[in-house]
Structure formats: C-alpha cells, structure tokens
C-alpha cells in the first residue's frame, strides 16, 4: 500500500508541476483588475519582501518657501518602483522610479509643509520612509479669492486590461463649487473634461488600447479660478513595449500569473490515471503478499 500511496503522491506532484508551467499570462504594474478573459480567473502572486532602502527627496530643500504650485518633487529611488510623495501625511503625486531617480510635480498646502516620498513595488508593500523636509507656502491668489483648492486619492497608480474600463476615484476639496475637471492619461488621447458641483469624491473613467505605464496628470479648477493639481501612474495591463511607456515613466512587470482553464484539465487528466495505476500496482502487491 506504501508503494500505491508513493505513486499517487508522483501522479499529485507532477500534475502540479504541469500546471505551474502553463501559468504564462503578465500583468503589468499595479494591476488590481481581472484576467484577460481566455483565463479561468484564478490568480496567484508571487510573495516577497517589501522594499528595504528608503528613497531621498532631493528637492525641494529644508526651509523654501514658495508663493505658487506645483513645484518639482524629485531625487534618488530603486528602479520600477512606485515613488509616492506625501505632504502632511496626505498622498499629493506618484511617478514610477526610472534610471534611479524620480521627478514629479507636487501641489502645497498653505502654510508649512511636511514632505517626504517612498517606494512601493507591485504589491503595495512600502518602502522605509525618505528624509522629511519642510517648506512653506503662501499665495495671495487664492487668498483673495477663497479656500485652496486640493486634490487626492486612494490609490497612487491603479491598471485595466486594455479595452477595459478603468475607475479612479479622486477626491477634491476646499475652494468654491462647481470644479472643472481636466485629465491627461499620457497615452496621446483626448483630455477627459468632467465638473463636479460639490467637494468630495469623483471618478475618473478611461479604457486604454494599449499595454503601458502612462504618467495621469490631473488638474482642478473652482469657481473662482483655484487650480490644483495631481500626478498618479496609470497601467494599461499587459507584457510593456519600450514605445508604450510614457513620458518620465519606466515599464515594470511583476509578474502575476493567471491560470488557464486548459491546465486544470490537463491536472486532472494526469492525477487520475496516477491514482489508478497506483491502487492497480498495490492491489498486486498485496494480492501476492497473502497468496504465498
């Protein structure tokens, strides 16, 4: 019976094995979508430990100050991560680490400003936080006219297949109602224009037709002529191309598998006859066994 239970474990194994093999479909950066629709819709992520050095936040420096936004946020990073800068603990701009470096356009908030970046990889696992530099910021522009404008989000990148639809929720604040809405999704398309009659959270739609890491740039403007600004990491799921990548944006493919339905199959198809050819071999056994 050792020698059936041996067998069916082999038969078990490279069922297994097989199946792994035929894992092929990539996904690209940030992808929190579905399966292309020739997978069955299982999915598996390869674990691993998050990033371990801290980006540096080079510019802007300890004690500027400014009088207008957005200003360049930038400075050393590792490679294909997702750099997200923080100002008083509030999410304001990504970009995707590319040559190891980063630089992105930031908005401030009115008064002193605590920044600070870090690296996050496919599967949001933070890096140690940058240096913090404070600066501050003042603007008779908006002063006369009324509250700052600002602009945040959940997420700072978020991928679709292509031919999807992807949903960004965007969050929006401070100044007068009504804001008008303008996105650049940095795949050379048309700028999504939307307006929004109260503060709060808006979604953002696009479908993207091709694979890629498309640099988002987002702008928002009040009533009284307020403008805010944000810079996310869009991805158009999918094996990258060098040309699909956008301006200042670098590819970065984690792999994510999914699992074809074929391979299940396949799986079964292998376990069974192991299972069979396993108890026919230790019924033999046996039988010979108690006949002497």
Not at 57 to 80: D, E, H, R
Request: a positive charge; proline letters at 6%; one cysteine or more.
């Amino acid at each position: 019976m050792k020698r059936a239970y041996i067998n069916l474990l082999i038969g078990l194994v490279s069922a297994a094995v097989l199946t792994l093999s035929s894992l092929v479909n990539v996904y690209a950066l940030g992808s929190s979508q579905t399966p292309q629709s020739s997978a069955l819709g299982l999915e598996a992520t390869i674990p691993s430990t998050p990033p371990s050095v801290a980006p540096t936040l080079a510019t802007p420096t300890n004690g500027q100050s400014f009088s207008s936004i957005p200003v360049t946020a930038s400075g050393l990073c590792t490679t294909n991560l997702v750099v997200k800068v923080f100002d008083n603990n509030i999410f304001v701009g990504s970009a995707v680490c590319s040559g190891g470096s980063y630089s992105l356009k930031i908005d401030l908030f009115s008064g002193t400003n605590s920044i600070y970046a870090q690296d996050f990889d496919a599967l949001n696992q933070g890096s140690p936080k940058s240096n913090i530099v404070s600066v501050s910021y003042s603007s008779s522009s908006y002063t006369q006219a009324g509250a700052q404008v600002t602009l945040t989000s959940p997420y700072g990148e978020l991928g679709a297949n292509p031919g999807q639809q992807l949903s960004w929720p965007i969050i929006i604040g401070g100044g007068t109602p009504p804001y008008a809405i303008s996105v650049d999704w940095g795949d050379g398309t048309s700028s999504t224009l939307k307006s929004s009659s109260f503060a709060g959270t808006i979604n953002l739609t696009h479908t993207y037709s091709s694979s890629g890491v498309y640099k988002v740039s987002v702008t928002a403007t009040d009533n009284n002529g307020v403008t805010a600004f944000l810079q996310l990491v869009g991805v158009g799921n999918g094996q990258i191309m060098p040309s699909k990548v956008s301006a200042n944006q670098n590819a970065n493919t984690p792999t994510k598998y999914s699992l074809p339905w074929w391979s299940l199959l396949v799986a079964v198809g292998i376990t069974i006859p192991a299972f069979w050819l396993g108890s026919r071999h230790g019924r033999a056994v046996l039988i010979k066994k108690y006949s002497r």
